[in-house]
């Protein structure tokens, strides 16, 4: 078949890394030159997704073991330390290096990568997608995978009848800022606390991090909420991290980028004939943090099996794309965007109550982390309610629904049909996308 992969991204890479050594002819258009391909900064990933698929690693120097983080809930003074179990395998990788390594593994099987090169849009007929226009000619391909990120074109412009979100909404799109600073040797530092999360910090509605890099000694400055983010709103961010973590340089090293990122759960279609989304354009990211990277690169993996198997780019056949993710990744983060959501419309002093008393701890949150649902057990926040001292019902009801809700959203997520029907696709995506309306 031939395969056209409209955007570089890690989920993209994959997908025609695999496909190309299943005996397809497949092209990567990248609309950026190929040193500007990736941001200026390092995300994590869990080390074990480059065995599950046979994935080269980066060059050593360009990833070490992430770290752990100390957690503050709003206008707290009480530090939560979420410590890293020891399955935890989750590393930060550079993105550039990382990337590089993706499409060097692509080209070596074979595909073929344009550069500062985009399409113009999609050859549409009817029910499927049938190629693109390229410099206003036609090209057809069997089939046309959507890389092309948060803001895909391409998804946007698909009709309604696709059943295919077109552009998430404002609540579901975070805009981050990340930079790395001088660290100030002689600044007093806190040597247990030495990395720092802060919730909705100074009347940011979302989080900031300050972190000290191991391995260059920079500190590392991240700031993110929905609803956009102004230079003046990361100013004043800036400030009062400065404040609380002194070591934090005045000169900015390298980063001082922001971007857009989806946090919302995974699409509920990501599929037509012809056609399939994979990384941001189908919101694969983490929605508590916007990480995205593991789950994308699953992804075209899974993307790629289910066309090397069915021999078939049909709707049918790429179903069975989706539903693996959705068994094995996006269950889980539809599930943390429950508990993202939540977040959004609790009290900030409610949730300030569950942190400083133990009622969800740190250990709870790092299971999370690592795909432990649920994280916490109903009777377990009962018992810790009481031994709180708090009389607090309606708190404690609120939690109590959170988790069901959370233990819902995962079961219902994995139900999804693994044979394609118009009805039972249907039927799930009408009670997947309830959970969230």
């Known amino acids: 078949m031939k395969i056209i992969v409209l955007g570089g991204g890690h989920g993209g890479l994959v997908a025609a890394r695999d496909l190309a050594a299943g005996g397809h002819e497949v092209t990567v258009y990248e609309k950026r030159a190929e040193a ?19 994935l080269p690693l980066p060059p050593e120097d360009t990833y070490f073991k992430a770290r752990e983080l100390s957690l503050l809930a709003p206008d707290s003074k009480k530090w939560i330390k979420i410590k890293q179990t020891k399955r935890n395998k989750t590393y930060s990788f550079e993105r550039k290096p990382l990337l590089a390594a993706l499409y060097k593994s692509a080209k070596d099987a074979g595909v073929k990568v344009l550069f500062e090169t985009c399409a113009d849009g999609l050859i549409i007929d009817g029910a499927a997608v049938k190629g693109v ?4 000619e036609e090209l057809f391909a069997d089939l046309v995978i959507d890389s092309a990120g948060l803001f895909s074109p391409y998804r946007e412009s698909l009709p309604e009848s696709f059943g295919i979100v077109a552009r998430p909404g404002d609540g579901d799109i975070f805009y981050v800022y990340k930079g790395f600073y001088e660290s100030d040797e002689n600044a007093e530092k806190d040597e247990v606390n030495t990395n720092r999360c802060y919730i909705m ?3 940011l509605r979302g989080i900031a991090w300050c972190v000290q890099d191991p391995p260059t000694g920079y500190i590392n400055v991240f ?40 946090i919302r759960y995974p699409a509920s279609r990501m599929v037509a004939d012809g056609y ?22 699953y992804a075209g993996s899974y993307l790629a099996e289910a ?5 078939s780019s049909s709707v049918a056949a790429l179903w069975a794309y989706q539903a693996k993710f959705m068994q094995n990744v996006g269950a889980r983060n539809a599930a943390i965007d429950v508990i993202r959501r939540w977040i959004n419309t609790v009290e900030p002093g409610d949730l300030r109550f569950l942190l400083e008393k133990g009622i969800i701890t740190g250990k709870n949150i790092s299971d999370m982390a690592e795909n432990v649902i649920p994280a916490v057990k109903t009777e377990e926040v009962i018992k810790r309610f009481f031994a709180s001292g708090k009389k607090n019902l309606s708190l404690m009801v609120d939690a109590v629904g959170l988790l069901t809700k959370i233990v ?13 029907s118009v009805k039972k696709a249907a039927a799930w995506e009408k009670d997947y996308n309830e959970l969230f309306s």
């Open 133 to 136: 226009v390229m410099g206003g």
């Open 307 to 311: 066309v090397n198997k069915s021999g």
């Open 408 to 420: 819902k959203t995962y079961a219902v997520s994995r139900m999804i049909p693994q044979r394609y």
């Open 201 to 203: 910090p100074a009347g």
């Open 36 to 54: 500007a391909v990736g941001y200026d900064w390092h995300d994590d990933v869990d080390k074990r997704v480059f065995d599950d698929l046979a």
């Open 223 to 262: 700031v993110g909420q929905t609803g956009g983010l102004t230079r003046e709103e990361i100013d004043g961010i800036l400030d009062f991290l400065r404040k609380d973590n002194p070591c934090i340089g005045e000169r900015l090293v390298r980063g001082g980028l922001t971007a857009a990122i989806p």
């Open 276 to 297: 399939a989304i994979v990384g941001d354009a189908a919101f694969m990211t983490v929605p508590l943090n916007g990480s995205g990277m593991l789950s994308s690169m």
